[in-house]
Every structure is written in C-alpha cells, then in structure tokens.
C-alpha cells in the first residue's frame, strides 16, 4: 500500500484538507463580520457570550471536526479528478518505471564488471 493511499484512508487527512478549505472560505468572510459585530454588540453582553461559547464548544468539537473531513474528501475528490493531478501522476508513475529499469541496469552492469574484474584477476594471477 503506498503513502498515498494509506493517506486517503486516514479521517484525518481529511480533516485537516477541509480545515485547510474552511478556513480560506472564513478569512474571506472577517472583514464583514467584524464590521457587523461593532454594530451589534453591547460590552456588557461579552461575558455571558463567553460561558456560553465556551459551553457549547466541548459538544461542537466532533461535530466539526467530522464535517471538516466531510468537506476534505470532497475537496481531495475534486483535486483528483482534475486533468493536472492526473497527468502528475502518470508523469510520477512513468518515472518510477524508469528510475526501477536504470536500477535494474545498473545491476546488470555492476555484475558483468564484477565478473569480468574477477576474470581479469584469474589471467593476471596465473
């Protein structure tokens, strides 16, 4: 089994390709929500609002975490099924089938000099 595709069966690969998607999709949305959340809040509200975040956030934690892996498979899904990752990965396929022939000829080089060195030993010695 290769690196790749113990990878795709690990939640959290996926976990951490849609936190990684998630947290694009959220950065883009700060300069919004900061702009609605000086208009709405109240300074006497923040202690309130912090147990109940808080207290909500030790039940949310799989929730996300599951729906993070969620959104990683899909992602990964889409990143496969695009013509570049697949002619990458032919590419990769292809230059492991000659890097294992050069080696398979190295081999075959590195025994005929052996066995000539030692035949060329044998007429020298005798």
Do not use: C
Request: proline share 2%.
């Amino acid at each position: 089994m290769t690196i790749t595709e113990k990878l795709r069966e690990s939640k959290v690969f996926y976990a951490a390709a849609g936190a990684g998607d998630f947290a694009v999709e959220k950065l883009r949305e700060v300069p919004v929500r900061l702009n609605q959340l000086q208009e709405k809040t109240d300074p006497k509200d923040i202690g309130g609002a912090a147990v109940a975040y808080v207290t909500q956030a030790g039940t949310r934690a799989v929730e996300v975490y599951d729906g993070l892996a969620e959104r990683g498979k899909r992602i990964v899904g889409r990143v496969d099924r695009q013509k570049a990752t697949q002619e990458l990965e032919a590419s990769a396929k292809a230059t492991v089938r000659r890097a294992r022939s050069a080696a398979g000829s190295a081999r075959t080089t590195a025994r005929s000099a052996a066995k000539a060195a030692g035949d060329a030993s044998k007429k020298i010695g005798n």
